[in-house]
């Protein structure tokens, strides 16, 4: 196989076509839905996403709440930022379940890429063992010969 | 690029291309088959509304009905408020839409969970054909190797 294909680069983004072909299907031929959707998820589970909205979550209750700050805009309990988390997690459950789906297409591709080469393998497998058997049933005339030739032999001076 | 072998092979992934996009093609492997070919209508219903739910259709238009909705109530839009800011009824219906979500997401997780199990025994059983098969190759080459050495035996034989 050639070695230049690499396929992913230390961050695992694809930088050069897989070489399997489910890979191949799945990434390399992805459509723009497809490939956003993976973005989508690599995005919001990922370590960034969770240290950005900690950050922001802070700083909106800081500045709602401590007095200094004179621009209130979501006073305690705080009902709009109750809303955002809604609105977010309203978002993360499809993202989750597109993300999902993505999963069980590869998976469903890579099952059926699976049966296609156990067909072919379990043919070549079986042909195999014919090649041997055809092998040993040469081999055994072959011995078949020799021994009836030594008969003929041992036989032969006797009957002189 | 090296050939193409069995693995990549065109007509393999001619067929895997049709099945790409379309988890009601004719499945080859027994897995797939079994687990969407024969699918009850439950869990036909769960993947369904997980497809449908994690699709971007779905969460465009969330999206779309959701500033729709804070646009009418902020500016007071078209028609009387319904919910004014800060929106605790749209926080209603999105904490509902959210409550649905959740459990649909563990439906669907656990639809996969199963198809891996059913996938690891399917898998155990392709091994022990395996083996088998492995086990007559080697039988028929024991055997055939036994019938070489003997014609060395007669060969031997006949040169002393």
Redo the contacts between chains.
């Keep these: 196989?050639?070695t230049d294909?690499k396929v992913t680069t230390a961050r695992g983004r694809v930088a050069a076509k897989h070489?399997?072909?489910?890979n191949?299907?799945?990434h390399d031929?992805a459509t723009l839905?497809e490939h956003?959707?993976d973005q989508a998820a690599a995005g919001i589970g990922s370590w960034w996403f969770l240290i950005i909205q900690s950050i922001l979550i802070v700083i909106w209750v800081t500045i709602n709440s401590v007095e200094f700050f004179t621009h209130k805009w979501?006073l305690y309990p705080f009902?709009?930022l109750?809303?955002m988390f809604?609105?977010q997690?309203?978002?993360t459950?499809?993202?989750?379940?597109?993300?999902?789906?993505r999963?069980?297409?590869k998976?469903?591709?890579r099952?059926?890429?699976?049966?296609?080469?156990?067909?072919?393998?379990?043919k070549a497998?079986?042909e195999?063992?014919e090649e041997?058997?055809r092998?040993?049933a040469a081999?055994?005339k072959?011995?078949e010969h020799?021994?009836k030739r030594?008969d003929s032999r041992s036989a032969a001076p006797a009957q002189s | 690029?090296?050939q193409p072998g069995?693995?990549?092979s065109p007509a393999?992934?001619h067929?895997?291309?049709q099945?790409?996009?379309n988890?009601n093609a004719d499945?080859?492997?027994?897995?797939?088959r079994a687990?969407?070919d024969d699918a009850s209508r439950g869990a036909r219903v769960a993947d369904q509304v997980?497809?449908a739910?994690?699709?971007?259709p779905?969460?465009i238009t969330?999206?779309v009905l959701?500033l729709v909705w804070a646009a009418i109530n902020f500016w007071g839009l078209f028609v009387k408020r319904w919910d004014p800011?800060?929106?605790?009824l749209?926080?209603l219906v999105?904490?509902f839409?959210?409550t649905y979500?959740?459990p649909?997401?563990l439906l669907?997780?656990n639809?996969?969970a199963q198809?891996d199990r059913i996938?690891l025994e399917h898998m155990a059983d392709?091994a022990d054909k395996?083996e088998e098969?492995?086990n007559?190759?080697l039988i028929?080459?024991k055997?055939?190797t036994d019938?070489?050495l003997?014609?060395l035996k007669?060969?031997e034989?006949?040169s002393a």
Excluded: C
């Design positions: 196989m050639a294909a070489k399997h072909p489910v191949q299907l799945f031929e839905g956003v959707a979501d009902i709009l109750n809303l809604t609105i997690a309203a978002f459950g499809p993202v989750l379940l597109l993300s999902g789906n999963q069980a297409q998976d469903r591709l099952l059926e890429h699976t049966a296609e080469v156990a067909e072919v393998a379990e497998t079986l195999i063992l041997i058997e092998n040993t081999t055994l072959v011995l020799l021994q030594r | 690029m090296a069995v693995s990549g393999i992934v067929r895997l291309r099945k790409h996009r988890p499945h080859k492997h027994p897995v797939n687990h969407y997980s497809a739910i994690g699709s971007w779905f969460i969330q999206s959701l800011y800060p929106f605790i749209l926080n999105l904490s839409q959210a979500a959740g649909i997401v669907a997780g639809r996969h198809k996938t392709e395996g098969q492995i007559r190759i028929e080459i055997k055939n019938l070489t003997r014609i007669e060969l034989a006949e």
